[in-house]
Every structure is written in structure tokens, then in C-alpha cells.
């Protein structure tokens, strides 16, 4: 059985690369492996066009999934009214102890180093934390990260397929272009993921008309979409591309596209 602490092993090439470009983290990375600032410093390099003699090296590194990270052990005494949590990640199983008042998304953003879930109002209001825990959708500044012991957690960053294939939803959010700056989208993305299996389950909404039917599996107005996705607000304003491609995903027939441009 393949270890999930596995430090993946680099090739001389890659080696070499690590040497030459960036040698103040050469130990480092033979340690614990590709992180995300090392991905990142390499992207600025290759940004920059240093890489250009060694392209095919760098290009084989930032196709490879970065290393996951192990939680940040702290010292017991460090932390307060301690708990040990242990839940599924992602599709990984993650055990650390927490301060029982830690919400989920400071866990997963502090403690696990999954940064896409973001904190925006840090209040329930604008649901760019928003991730999925037992398939339903939460606002993870709101929910403790005890409460989520033995659950299954799914952020933005374990939609995608282990060899880098998109989700639908994360596709079609590209194709419409659903977003503009992008701060909103990962929790946008996770509701929206959510919300196709909510339509199929038959569950009401508030512009359900007729909250008394058996439930069925639904087919989404596009009013439908906007009020079941409220909850997500996008300050650039991006709501017509967004109910666009959750549209198509839902439906599974292509959306035409509707650019807006300002006179």
C-alpha cells in the first residue's frame, strides 16, 4: 500500500533544476517534498524566463501534484481546551488535535494548508468558505472543526481528478467565465457542485410552488439557480455567467455563452 507521507523522489534533472535556481531550498525540497511555495517560486521563475534552458524539466515538475502537507503539530500546551479530530480530507484521512472553538475553516487553512476555501466576512454572509461535509454544502467560518469528526470534508481543492482533469462544474465556471477575481469562486464552485445533488434529491427551495409534492428530481429554472445559490455573493458581479454554467452542467446541454460589455 502506497504511504501518503511519501516524499516523491525528484530525478537528477530535477535535481539539478532545484541546484541551480533555487539551492536555499534544495534540502528542503528533497525532505518533504514539491510544497506550495516552491511551486509558486519556480512559477516566478518560469514567469521571469529563467527557465527557458531547462523548460521541459520545469514543465515535468509543475505538472506533478504537489506534496500534501502534514498538519502543523503544535506543542500540547499550546493549545487550548485541546481535542484530537479525526476526519477524511479530500479522501484522505487527517488526525490532529485542535482547540475545540477552531472552525473548520481556519483548520483547513491554518492547520492543513488547503488555502482555497477563503475567508471572506468571516460571518455566514457571503459563503466564500463554503465547502461540502457528507455531500451537503457548509459555511465552514460557522462550523466547528470538532463537529466534523468521523465526516468526509470535499474542498475546491479535491474536486479536480488526481491527474489533473477538471471537475464539470470547475470546466464550465472556465468556460463561461465565471468569475473575475476570483475570491468568490472556490466557494461558488463547492455550493454549486452541491447544489446539482440537491436537484436531484427533489429538495425545496424557497420558489418552490408546491413544497407538498413528492419529492423528484428537479429541472432548474434559472431563477431557481440564483435563489439556491444566494448565499454566494460575487462582488464583481459575475451572476449571469455563473447561473450560465451551473446551467449547463445541470442540464448537460451546452449554455450559449452571453458576454456583457459596458458601453
Known sequence: MKDDNEVPQLTDDEKKLFEDLMPEDLSEILDTGVNRR???KLITLAGGGILAAQSAVAEQLIARPLSVSSPTELPPTSIENAVTLSFDVNGKTRTLAVDSRMTLLDTLRERLELTGSKKGCDHG??????VIVDGRRVLSCLT????CEGKQVQTIEGLAKPDGQLHPMQAAFLKHDGF????????QICSAVALMDEARKGEASYVT???????????????EIRERMSGNICRCGAYPNIVAAIQEVHSGKPVEQVWRFSA
Open 38 to 40: 516552491h511551486f509558486l
Open 125 to 130: 454572509q457571503c459563503g466564500a468558505c463554503t
Open 144 to 147: 466547528l472543526a470538532a463537529t
Open 180 to 187: 473575475q477575481c476570483g475570491f468568490c469562486t472556490p466557494g
Open 209 to 223: 410552488e408546491n413544497i407538498r409534492q413528492k419529492p423528484a428530481a428537479i429541472r432548474l429554472s434559472d431563477e
